[in-house]
Every structure is written in structure tokens, then in C-alpha cells.
């Protein structure tokens, strides 16, 4: 089991900045991949940024792409999510996730294997 644990969330202003954190615990040996999806009110589940735990390669969505940086500390079992130039459609709950297993594309919540409780960012106007 891991268990996930997101932090960071908040009110923000358009244009401003959060950094978000998601801790890992419990059987991180063998994590693959993190990711970070977000979901709005009435919306499905989106897809937000993964990075590869061994390689550090990362992939964006579009929507984010400039905006959002997302880095690991290893040592820490420890993910962050840089958000600047944020814009009130940013605003979700947001989830960190961790898969255990190798794919291409780790755009797909049903890569993952464990799931944060999630972080509320609101961006205001």
C-alpha cells in the first residue's frame, strides 16, 4: 500500500502562484511514475502533468503547458506542483497519484495505483 498525502492547496488570485506537494508512504519502492490530475465542479477528472520517477521525464497537458512545473525529490518520496499564471479555470480539487508500472503515457487515471485524497485550489477573478 502507499499512501498519498497533498498539501499546498488555497485561494489564489488570477496571475498568482501555489505550490502544491504530495508525500508518499508505505511501499514507494517501486514507484514508476507520479501524476497530478484535477477535477472542477460537474467536470470529470483531467489529466494535469506526470513526471517518471527514475528518468524525470515529464508530460504536460496543453492547458498547463508553461504554466505548471512539476518536480520530484526522491529522497523524499515527494512530488511538487509549481502552478504560476494561474487562471480561474485552474480551479479543482487536485490529486496526486503514483503508478506502479512502466507505460508510455501516463495521461490516463487508470495507470494509477493509488490515489491522494485531493487539495482544493480556487482561483478567483
Known amino acids: 500500500q502507499v499512501q498519498l498525502v497533498e498539501s499546498g492547496g488555497g485561494l489564489v488570485q488570477a496571475g498568482g502562484s501555489l505550490r502544491l506537494s504530495c508525500a508518499a508512504s508505505?511501499?514507494?519502492?517501486?514507484?514508476?511514475?507520479m501524476g497530478w490530475f484535477r477535477q472542477a465542479p460537474g467536470k470529470e477528472r483531467e489529466f494535469v502533468v506526470a513526471?517518471?520517477?527514475?528518468?524525470?521525464?515529464?508530460s504536460y497537458a496543453d492547458s498547463v503547458k508553461g504554466r505548471f512545473t512539476i518536480s520530484r525529490d526522491s529522497a523524499k518520496n515527494t512530488v511538487y506542483l509549481q502552478m504560476d499564471s494561474q487562471k480561474p479555470e485552474d480551479t479543482a480539487v487536485y490529486y496526486c497519484a503514483v503508478s506502479r508500472a512502466y507505460y508510455r503515457d501516463y495521461s490516463r487515471d487508470v495507470v494509477y495505483d493509488y490515489w491522494g485524497q485531493g487539495t482544493q485550489v480556487t482561483v478567483s477573478s
Open positions: 508505505g511501499r514507494t519502492f517501486d514507484t514508476k511514475a
Open positions: 513526471i517518471t520517477w527514475t528518468s524525470g521525464r515529464t
